[in-house]
């Protein structure tokens, strides 16, 4: 059991990124029979659908045009956004993700939830209120400002989509997979009700809605998971070295959770890793959308703050959660299988944990938050693929700007539905599959494609439409067919021998291309449109520092 | 937005200012940032010992506080520059804006 454990953290640095993990314990839940239907957790997902469908028919009430549809209106308020954002962010996946790298690994665990951390403040200060100023639904409006835009907003909507459908896929199999093990429901059935119930919060509440579930979400996530680690640190006293002492007396591999294990396994790894997910947050289209949704840079700027703050002590609690478990959960039989395995896999370390220190209720309660954790957080990625279509696609590129506002909501409803039924299918295809590598490539695409585009043609004068186009899909093929060629595709899906290439993330590569790419394709563009960019600089950087020009941006 | 306003908000002196300082201020703070980071996860790989060191008596290692330093480093490096934007730089700002009139 040790041997297994060992293999499957250090597997891969994905294995236990986000969802991923989860479907990464898939074979662990395929043998374990499906659980009993659990009726306290199936009650209290049954009160957060009806708040949440109440809240939806307010927000149907307030969302008439596209501006509310993508945006809310742009009257949602820092501290709501905050909440919000750190919502996309505690996915399911980092809560059970990292609190089970944490029980498996200890100090590992830490560096994966730092690397999630870090990219935060790069786009408070390089970022947040540029987009603000610049952009008004979503992020190909800041990108293409002084471009053309039929191939800026074709390659920004590319870049939306593809990382939205990885990251959608990873986040259906993994709800399908999860809700099986804590719910007691079949697979599929999972699957549609998240399908349904994220179809229904988009298409009636738009992004009003969607903030609001997410915000909701997050501050139940945040609860119980401070509950949990209360209940731990009160078990030793609040003394942390206690704690510590305990973990190191009874788990397996000892002293060694206290420091760095085998996750790091090379320094071109580990910076590559990094840098996906650091410069990759600032390029989620889901992310970048939500700072349209508040009125002015300043309140961009303090949405932030409060998700950096939350996020930071989110990740201390599941580093806290993770040693409660070692513990808790790791001492006692009952949460173990014949051979000693974890019940349902090592991703349950927390869920475990839950009944460990509130018995039953409790556990209804986390499960019942875990589910909501996905429904929220694939409502945002649907929303955001659906503006992509609607507004960077059907109203600037096929209809050049003249579409109306009615047909444009038409269009991002329809675009909706259809990634609605999208998301369920492959939900229900993907079930068997390996998708441990789908949402670091989600990160990678994002730092390699998006972020570079983004930062070049807002900082850089001599950028051009040429070059961003061409620079951004370099980028984002050179991620995919790294990934590919790496040992999360080659051999864990693909079941080729050994890699071709060697290193768990492509980032470092792949934005090198990107950005280079972007830079070549630019300095030796010539051509008439090439002038117009340069020359359209000036204009947009007064609008990015000042923001004049912008006061209609939030479509009051 | 008209070239006439492009140009006299590039003309103020208030408008150089915040460009100078608030770039010069973000970059600043980025590097350290990435200073931070890049240093924690260099000191993972390539002194592990150190890391996996106790510090005193107790279990406690090197690694454990100095990585709950890094996540409080990213919450206060951001903290300090919300404050001084949302302060000083919205001030230059709204100066600007009154200057030009929009």
Redesign the interface.
């Known amino acids: 059991m040790m041997a297994r454990n060992f293999k499957h953290c250090g597997a891969a640095l994905m294995a236990l990124l986000a969802v991923s993990g989860i479907a990464q314990a898939a074979p662990d839940l395929g043998q374990a029979a499906q659980q009993a239907t659990n009726w306290t957790a199936i009650g209290m997902f049954a009160a957060f659908v009806v708040l949440t469908l109440f809240i939806t028919k307010w927000a149907a009430a307030k969302t008439r045009s596209a501006s509310d549809f993508y945006t809310a209106g742009g009257g949602i308020t820092g501290f709501q956004n905050g909440l919000a954002i750190a919502g996309d962010f505690m996915s399911a996946a980092s809560f059970l993700g990292i609190s089970a790298a944490v029980f498996l690994d200890g100090f590992d665990g830490l560096i994966y939830a730092i690397g999630f951390l870090v990219g935060w403040p790069v786009i408070t200060f390089l970022m947040a209120e540029r987009l603000r100023n610049l952009g008004r639904f979503t992020f190909a409006d800041v990108a293409s400002y002084r471009f053309a835009q039929k191939p800026i907003r074709v390659f920004a909507a590319s870049g939306t989509l593809v990382v939205v459908l990885f990251y959608l896929i990873a986040q259906m199999v993994g709800a399908g997979q999860l809700i099986k093990l804590l719910f007691g429901l079949e697979y599929w059935i999972a699957v549609v009700i998240v399908g349904i119930l994220m179809m229904v919060y988009v298409l009636f509440g738009g992004m009003t809605a969607t903030t609001w579930v997410q915000i909701i979400k997050a501050v139940l996530l945040l609860s119980g998971a401070s509950f949990m680690a209360f209940s731990v640190l009160a078990q030793y006293d609040f003394s942390p070295e206690k704690l510590f002492r305990t973990a190191t007396e009874v788990h397996a591999k000892g002293d060694s959770i206290m420091g760095p294990g085998s996750f790091i396994k090379d320094p071109i790894s580990a910076i590559s890793f990094g840098m996906a997910l650091m410069f990759g947050t600032a390029g989620l289209p889901h992310i970048l959308m939500r700072f349209f949704t508040v009125p002015s840079a300043k309140e961009a700027r303090k949405s932030v703050l409060w998700a950096t703050t939350w996020i930071g002590y989110f990740y201390i609690l599941t580093f806290i959660i993770g040693f409660g478990a070692i513990v808790l959960v790791g001492t006692n039989p009952a949460f173990k299988d014949a051979a000693g395995a974890l019940l349902g896999g090592n991703n349950m370390a927390a869920v475990h944990l839950a009944k460990a220190v509130g018995g039953d209720v409790f556990l209804g309660f986390i499960s019942a938050v875990a589910f909501a954790t996905i429904l929220a957080v694939v409502a945002g990625l649907t929303l955001s693929g659906a503006s992509a279509v609607s507004h960077d696609l059907y109203a600037t590129v096929i209809k050049k700007g003249n579409a109306t506002s009615a047909n444009e909501l038409k269009v991002s409803k329809i675009t909706t539905i259809a990634l609605g039924f999208i998301a369920v299918l492959l939900g229900i295809a993907f079930e068997k599959q390996n998708v441990a590598f789908m949402v670091s490539l989600a990160f990678a695409i994002a730092a390699s494609a998006n972020f570079p585009v983004l930062f070049m043609s807002v900082l850089w004068k001599d950028c051009t439409t040429r070059g961003a186009t061409v620079g951004g899909f370099l980028g984002l093929a050179t991620a995919v067919i790294l990934t590919i060629l790496s040992k999360s595709v080659w051999v864990d899906v693909l079941g080729h021998g050994a890699a071709i290439f060697p290193y768990a993330s492509p980032a470092i590569f792949s934005m090198a291309v990107g950005f280079f790419g972007i830079w070549i394709f630019s300095i030796t563009d010539k051509g008439p449109r090439a002038q117009i960019d340069r020359a359209g600089f000036e204009a947009q950087e007064v609008r990015a520092e000042t923001g004049i020009g912008a006061s209609g941006a939030s479509g009051h | 937005?008209d070239?006439d306003?492009?140009q006299r908000?590039?003309s103020d002196p208030n408008?150089r200012k915040?460009?100078e300082t608030?770039s010069r201020?973000?970059?600043t703070?980025?590097w350290a940032?990435m200073i931070v980071?890049?240093g924690?996860?260099?000191l993972?790989?390539?002194n592990?010992?150190f890391?996996?060191?106790?510090i005193g008596e107790?279990?406690?290692?090197w690694?454990?506080p100095l990585?709950?330093f890094?996540?409080?480093f990213?919450?206060l490096?951001?903290?300090i520059?919300?404050r001084r934007?949302?302060k000083e730089y919205?001030d230059l700002?709204d100066a600007?804006?009154a200057k030009?009139g929009?």
């Open positions: 937005m070239q306003i492009v908000v590039k408008y915040l460009k608030r201020f973000g970059w703070l980025t940032m980071y890049y924690f996860t260099l993972v790989a390539f592990k010992e890391m996996g060191t106790r107790g279990v406690m290692t690694g454990i990585g709950l890094v996540i409080l990213t919450v490096i951001t903290g520059y919300v934007a949302n919205d700002t600007i804006r030009v929009a």
